[in-house]
Structure formats: C-alpha cells, structure tokens
C-alpha cells in the first residue's frame, strides 16, 4: 500500500491476537530521514486500535559561490573555471545567478559539477540536502598573475536554513618599469641606437611600452624571460602591464672601445604596484679640441722680417741725417 503526506489508513477486522509488523521502503537515497513511533507489543488486541506513525524528514539547504576580483589590471570579461563537488549527488539542480549571471542549472556526474564565474558574478544552488558535504575548487590561474584568496565557510557541510558561502578573492597589479638613455660630454653620437637587454623571469609573448623622447610608442617581445631593444640619447621606453613583485635586470651592451664611459642606476629591481620603477644609463664621452690657428708660420716670419727690415731702415736714416747736420 501507499500513502501521501498527513494520509493514514485505518485497517479493520483483524483477528484478535494476531501479531503484525509494518515497513516502509527506503527513501533515504531521495533524502529522506525516517522515524517510527509505534506499540511496543506488535499483537492485533479486542478493542484496543493499534497505532504505527512513519515520519519523514527531508531538509535541504543553499550554497552560494562568488567571485570577486581585485586589483589595477584585471580581465572584467574572463570565466573563471570551478568544480563543485558533493559526493553522491547526480543530476540536474537549479542555481539562481546575480551579478550578471543569469539563472540556470548544474549536472552533478558521480558527484561532480562545473562551472564558470565572472568576476562579480555568484550562484545560489538551491535544495541541497541537508548534512552533505561539498568541495569548491577553482582552476589554478597562478600563471596568469591571479592570486587567489579563499574566504569560506570552516564546516563545509550543508545546513537546513542556513546559506552556506564561499567567496573566491582573485587578486591581480601590475606595475610600470621606465629605462632612460642619457648622452653626456662633447664626444657624444646623438643619432647612435644604444642595445638593452632586459630580463624578467618567467615572462614571455608581448609586452606594449610608451616611446619617450622621440622614441616611438611599440612592443617587445620576451622569450623565456628576456627582450631586446635600442635607445638613442635622450630616449626612454615605458613598459606596462608588468606583474606586481617580479625581479628585473636591465644591462646595456658595452661601448667602452667607442670611448663611452657607463653610468647606471636603477638596472636591478623588483616590480611595485606602488611606485614606478626607472633605470637611468648615463654615457659620458669626451675628446681634445685643438684650439683654432690665427695663421701659418710661413705668414708669421713674413711679417717679423718685413718689421725688422723696418726697424733698420729707420736706424739708417735717421744715422744718415745726423751726420748731414753736423
């Protein structure tokens, strides 16, 4: 037989002192708590009713997921990967999504579910039974620059009334490196391109930089970590979009043999989302400057023998008019 909610049924005609047993079928997979008040003396009695109450208890509670992400240089757009898993569950169970997230529903597979979030993004999974346990992970983004902060519930086991939350904190800054080219002395070559290495561990593919001083605005490539690039005099390049904490070491190639003396501040650091960071190289070159000749030596003798050829002449004469006089 069988019977609905708030249903009983009351059997009649039983032979007095017959004995009786009554079960239900187990819906403990669908839930259920079961619970049976009944007689202790299982025996059909004259004109005593015989009692057996069955209750069920079915209690379901919510989980809700959040993602949150922090930071001066975050993607608003990226879906972030999750797994959800509650052992023993399999099926369809609706969530309600906010933030954006529009509503919908998981596929538990042995106990497993996925799904993405966006930053700002949550979902309530709703009629979860009561007393589970659950696991929330999220995808390792680590690579990326992600650093992530788990705010969540210590007894992750799930609660009749009560929401359970876990809140996944993403973190991601970046900051600014500037390398400057300074030319110095009389002996400088302000047309010639200066060769920098610069070296950022783990880094690779694009980076785009701002061109200062006459330098153009463009990009650099790093291959496991390093990049290329050249400066003139007065020159500088701003690069961008530097993850937060990284090492770098910026060297310029040696000019010591064109008769360039190197001067360099800045060339080793770490990236702050904080403060900018600039790496200064200053090269000095100087040269003799011969002062400029008033004339030849040819011209010089010329005018000392014409002066003294002057000068006795003068002598002469004037030795000539003595001698008239006397």
Request: glycine share 10%.
């Amino acid at each position: 037989m069988v019977a609905r909610d708030g249903v009983s049924i009351k059997i009649t005609e039983f032979l007095d002192g017959l004995k009786y047993t009554v079960t239900e079928t187990d819906y403990s997979a669908e839930g259920y708590i079961t619970s049976m008040v009944g007689e202790d003396i299982k025996f059909i009695t004259k004109d005593i009713t015989k009692t057996e109450t069955f209750t069920n208890s079915r209690n379901t509670g919510v989980l809700v997921v959040e993602k949150v992400l922090k930071g001066n240089e975050t993607d608003a757009n990226k879906e972030f990967e999750f797994s959800l898993e509650i052992p023993g569950l399999n099926g369809e169970y609706n969530y309600e999504g906010s933030g954006g997230k529009a509503n919908g529903a998981l596929e538990f597979i042995e106990g497993v579910a996925n799904f993405t979030l966006k930053g700002g993004e949550s979902i309530k999974i709703l009629e979860i039974l009561d007393s589970l346990a659950y696991e929330v992970t999220e995808a390792d983004y680590s690579e990326e620059g992600y650093i992530t902060n788990i705010v969540g519930e210590n007894e992750k086991f799930i609660k009749a009334d009560v929401a359970k939350v876990e809140t996944f904190v993403n973190s991601r800054n970046t900051g600014i490196l500037v390398i400057k080219k300074i030319l110095e002395g009389n002996g400088t070559d302000a047309k010639k391109d200066f060769e920098f290495t610069l070296e950022i561990p783990g880094l690779n593919g694009e980076y785009n930089y701002e061109g200062l001083g006459g330098k153009a605005n463009g990009t650099i490539t790093y291959t496991e970590g390093k990049t290329n690039f050249v400066l003139k005099g007065g020159e500088s390049i701003k690069i961008v979009s530097i993850l937060d904490g990284l090492e770098y070491k910026v060297t310029e190639a040696d000019y010591s043999k064109d008769g360039y003396d190197t001067l360099k501040d800045g060339d080793k650091g770490k990236i702050n989302v904080d403060e900018v960071q600039i790496a200064t190289f200053t090269n000095k070159r100087n040269v003799v400057v011969e002062s400029p000749k008033t004339g030849d030596e040819e011209n010089i003798l010329h005018w000392l023998y014409v002066t003294f050829s002057a000068l006795i002449a003068i002598a002469v004469l004037s030795l000539i008019a003595k001698r008239i006089k006397q």
